[in-house]
């Protein structure tokens, strides 16, 4: 990995979830960039989030090829708009996919994956259940 893309995975192996946040316009952005696709300025910087957001959509799956996946099936693969207004894929973890519903509250979590850290979201503290 190179340039942005490795100081967003460097930043996960912290356990916190950074993202590219425009000082031109005031968005954050993702995936990691040269440019803000909003104003197209290179004011971008790094801010560290709030690792809290929410199930925008999910999906379960039920067989996968991958042989370290396939041992964990069923698994949730989910959309989670975080508290930034930024919406990125992840797994749920921690809970039964059963158990996962849109809206629902959820935080991140890091999780070593092969060679280098993945983001994860599980069911917020306040609301875990599973
Ligand atoms: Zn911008």
């Known amino acids: 990995m190179q340039g942005n893309t490795a100081v967003f995975f ?3 192996a912290s356990g916190k979830l950074w993202l ?3 000082e031109s316009c005031h968005k954050y952005i993702f995936y990691p960039r040269v440019f803000c696709p909003n104003c197209l300025k290179p004011d971008l910087q790094w801010k560290e989030t709030s690792g809290q957001g929410k199930v925008y959509s999910f999906t379960i799956i039920h ?4 042989p370290e996946k396939s041992e964990q099936v069923p698994y949730a693969y989910a959309i989670v708009e975080l508290a ?3 919406r990125l894929a992840a797994n749920i973890t921690d ?3 059963k158990d996962i519903s849109i809206g629902m ?5 890091v999780k070593k994956y092969h060679y280098s850290y993945l983001h994860y979201f599980r069911p917020a503290t306040m609301n875990r259940k599973c």
């Open 10 to 12: 460097n930043k996960l």
């Open 20 to 22: 590219q946040y425009c």
């Open 63 to 66: 067989y996968s090829n991958l």
């Open 84 to 86: 930034e207004g930024i």
């Open 95 to 97: 809970c039964h996919p």
């Open 105 to 109: 509250s959820v935080e991140l979590t």
